[in-house]
């Protein structure tokens, strides 16, 4: 496993698109993370009046809830790690390098396992960004008396994690099934951003849909991550927001982390990279 992991780490380390992408999704979790406080700061020095509440009172950095919080919001920007993913497994498929793998002795499962362990890392990082800021941003804007159950609710940080890996793996599908990385990375892009999020919305949203028909949309790739993390915000609304990991979006995401392994196996064996 770490010989694996090393060999990833040699292909990326001196390759710049996987710098400036990490550097990226670097700043823009991080700025999630602290940078709530400052939106909240400016709209209260804007004049914005909730009904004469503070808008810098909203809880939102106080523990446990901090932890599903950040989980949802940092998830808006995986697809910036997915485009890693994309991105270095093209530069492998142009330059003929799985190829080469495969002539010095590397089997087709050892190339499969090592993506995973990457995938896995990456993720693994995202959710060390989480913590940090959370941690941190926690203790500064937090309530005092929340630092108790600092570690409540930890369990988005798995669900997050999971988000990120699955994805991480279903863009590795995708690139090993078509092998066109700029055309990839656009269509990916539009996908998630606006054409399932739109598709998803005409099936939970439509007057006339049958109760059995809107949970199509939660069979879709992406939204069936997202309810990994049930959208947290409407706490604050005064509306009731569940605390758990939802058991059947769990489930739905694991079986789409076995298509996404699966299938790239079975394209693994069959096609000549």
């Given at each position: 496993?770490?010989?694996?992991?090393?060999?990833?780490?040699?292909?990326?380390?001196?390759?710049?698109?996987?710098?400036?992408?990490?550097?990226?999704?670097?700043?823009?979790?991080?700025?999630?993370?602290?940078?709530?406080?400052?939106?909240?700061?400016?709209?209260?020095?804007?004049?914005?009046?909730?009904?004469?509440?503070?808008?810098?009172?909203?809880?939102?950095?106080?523990?446990?809830?901090?932890?599903?919080?950040?989980?949802?919001?940092?998830?808006?920007?995986?697809?910036?790690?997915?485009?890693?993913?994309?991105?270095?497994?093209?530069?492998?498929?142009?330059?003929?390098?799985?190829?080469?793998?495969?002539?010095?002795?590397?089997?087709?499962?050892?190339?499969?396992?090592?993506?995973?362990?990457?995938?896995?890392?990456?993720?693994?990082?995202?959710?060390?960004?989480?913590?940090?800021?959370?941690?941190?941003?926690?203790?500064?804007?937090?309530?005092?008396?929340?630092?108790?159950?600092?570690?409540?609710?930890?369990?988005?940080?798995?669900?997050?994690?999971?988000?990120?890996?699955?994805?991480?793996?279903?863009?590795?599908l995708l690139i090993i099934a078509t092998r066109?990385?700029?055309?990839?990375?656009?269509?990916?892009?539009?996908?998630?951003?606006?054409?399932?999020?739109?598709?998803?919305?005409?099936?939970?949203?439509?007057?006339?849909?049958?109760?059995?028909?809107?949970?199509?949309?939660?069979?879709?790739?992406?939204?069936?991550?997202?309810?990994?993390?049930?959208?947290?915000?409407?706490?604050?609304?005064?509306?009731?927001?569940?605390?758990?990991?939802?058991?059947?979006?769990?489930?739905?995401?694991?079986?789409?982390?076995?298509?996404?392994?699966?299938?790239?196996?079975?394209?693994?064996?069959?096609?000549?990279?």
């Amino acid at each position: 496993m770490n010989r694996l992991l090393k060999i990833e780490w040699l292909k990326l380390k001196n390759y710049r698109p996987f710098w400036i992408l990490m550097g990226m999704y670097t700043v823009f979790s991080l700025s999630i993370c602290f940078g709530g406080m400052a939106f909240l700061t400016w709209l209260k020095n804007q004049g914005a009046d909730f009904n004469g509440f503070n808008p810098t009172m909203l809880p939102m950095y106080d523990f446990p809830d901090i932890w599903q919080n950040l989980a949802w919001l940092t998830s808006l920007f995986k697809i910036i790690l997915a485009f890693i993913v994309i991105m270095s497994i093209n530069n492998e498929i142009n330059y003929r390098i799985i190829r080469q793998n495969v002539i010095d002795g590397f089997e087709k499962k050892d190339w499969l396992i090592s993506k995973l362990l990457l995938n896995g890392a990456i993720a693994a990082y995202a959710v060390l960004l989480v913590v940090i800021g959370g941690l941190i941003t926690g203790m500064i804007y937090g309530h005092p008396d929340s630092r108790a159950s600092m570690f409540v609710n930890t369990h988005f940080l798995v669900a997050f994690f999971f988000d990120v890996f699955i994805f991480l793996c279903f863009a590795m599908l995708l690139i090993i099934a078509t092998r066109k990385g700029a055309l990839l990375i656009i269509g990916l892009l539009m996908y998630t951003v606006a054409f399932e999020p739109f598709l998803a919305f005409f099936f939970y949203d439509f007057p006339r849909m049958s109760n059995e028909f809107r949970q199509i949309a939660d069979f879709f790739p992406v939204q069936s991550l997202r309810n990994l993390v049930p959208f947290p915000l409407k706490r604050y609304g005064l509306m009731e927001v569940s605390d758990m990991i939802p058991i059947r979006a769990m489930l739905i995401a694991t079986g789409w982390l076995i298509f996404n392994i699966g299938m790239t196996n079975w394209i693994l064996k069959r096609r000549d990279l």
